[in-house]
């Protein structure tokens, strides 16, 4: 790889550049490697090429432009983005390089900024095209919703930072879990390859979320080299799948439950987050739930105070306390779009499951109760 940048020049639209540059800038990281702070662009026939990555995500961004030279050049991507960000978004911009520098000519405005080194910078990632499924760009966004918050952040387990994807036929099972909760969501695809289990780093799936706004069409799934990859308006965008053994997350979810409380998911969500809020203490929120008749009781106690909030319920089974940190439980709730959840228990530190009041329900949400003092 040459140590020099390859000069170039093009004239785009601002709007263009700047959403380019705003979409591939994710994917940069200058403390693992200075380097890999830098935004690789090619201008090649008539498209200007942008791309980006800390070696687990690849973000490239193809935009249309009038290339007057051809070439390659590395800018230093966080400079560069705040930049493009300030431009007049109906203007067009010049971009003319050599191999030291580069010039932004907008209207009469003019900025340059030295070059990278291109020796270190790592090639444009290129997948196949042929996709191993593909799934409803919907579905695809509420599996990310559903699976990533249950994602673990602890480096020690580092499979558990990721969501698995189970294909198995028709239906993939997608699932995360920290030790504290645990995330299910099954959907149906089409366009299936062979059955396959693989780990997405959660953070990779966060960055594919911003992707899929506004998008309702199917999103086809590459898998291959060890990459998933999908490629969405212009935007391809890849990421390293996981090594490790997931935990088998069968063992964990119970098969019965001798009770259940439907709930109306927004007055069971405010009660919660009220009793939340008091029930603080040092880096923990610990609420309980009394199910009791036709409600549930819950408080929340600390130094500062303590509450009783109360949210009407359907019971089936006994009553029961059970103590939950309600951060886990909003966190849940705030994934589930229905106007019921269906809680389901067994003792005050068996987990307990959130899911779908109706047959077939697509979700399923685990938590663990903790000890109430």
């Known amino acids: 790889m040459s140590l020099y940048n390859e000069g170039m020049k093009i004239i785009c639209d601002g709007a263009c550049l700047a959403d380019a540059v705003n979409t591939v800038i994710r994917a940069t990281n200058g403390k693992i490697n200075p380097s890999l702070g830098g935004i690789k662009i090619v201008a090649a026939g ?26 390659t050049s590395i800018v230093p991507g966080k400079i560069f983005a705040d930049y493009v960000r300030l431009l007049d978004k109906s203007a067009q911009v010049e971009l003319a390089s050599d191999a030291t520098s580069i010039m932004i000519t907008h209207g009469e405005n003019v900025c340059t900024f030295t070059l990278m080194s291109e020796s270190e910078y790592p090639d444009i990632l290129k997948l196949g095209s042929k996709p191993h499924f593909a799934i409803k760009s919907q579905d695809l966004n509420d599996i990310i919703t559903k699976t990533t918050i249950c994602a ?13 994807f189970e ?19 099954n ?13 997405v780093p959660a953070r990779s799936l966060d960055e ?4 899929l706004t506004g998008d309702t069409g199917d ?13 969405l308006n212009g935007t391809t965008f890849a990421t390293r799948l996981m090594d490790g053994e997931f935990i088998n997350y069968k063992q964990v979810i119970p098969q019965s439950f001798e009770s259940t409380a439907v709930l109306d998911k927004e007055e069971f969500t405010e009660s919660v987050v009220r009793a939340g809020i008091v029930g603080s203490n040092a880096n923990t929120k610990i609420i309980s739930l009394k199910f009791e008749g036709k409600s549930v009781a819950i408080s929340g106690i600390s130094q500062t105070g303590n509450t009783n909030q109360r949210a009407n319920a359907k019971i089936t089974g006994k009553d029961l306390v059970i103590a939950f940190n309600a951060e886990y439980l909003t966190t849940a709730l705030g994934g589930i779009n229905e106007q019921f959840v269906l809680l389901s228990y067994n003792s005050a530190l068996a987990p307990c499951t959130l899911t779908s009041t109706k047959d077939g329900g697509d979700y399923l949400f685990l938590i663990l109760p903790v000890r109430a003092n």
Do not use: H, Q, W
């Not at 299936?192 to 289990?197: A, S």
């Open 208 to 211: 594919v979320k911003k992707m």
């Open 187 to 199: 959907k149906t695809v089409t366009n299936v390859g062979t059955d396959i289990k693989f780990v």
């Open 219 to 231: 999103v086809n799934i590459v898998i291959e080299n060890k990459f998933f990859g999908i490629a």
């Open 46 to 71: 008539d498209t200007l090429t942008l791309f980006a990555t800390d070696i687990e995500m690849y973000i490239t961004k193809v935009i249309k432009a009038d290339v007057r030279e051809e070439g």
């Open 167 to 185: 294909l198995e036929g028709k239906n993939l099972t997608c699932v995360s879990l920290d030790g504290y909760r645990l995330a299910k969501v």
């Open 152 to 164: 673990s952040r602890d480096d020690s387990r580092p499979i558990l930072k990721g969501v698995l």
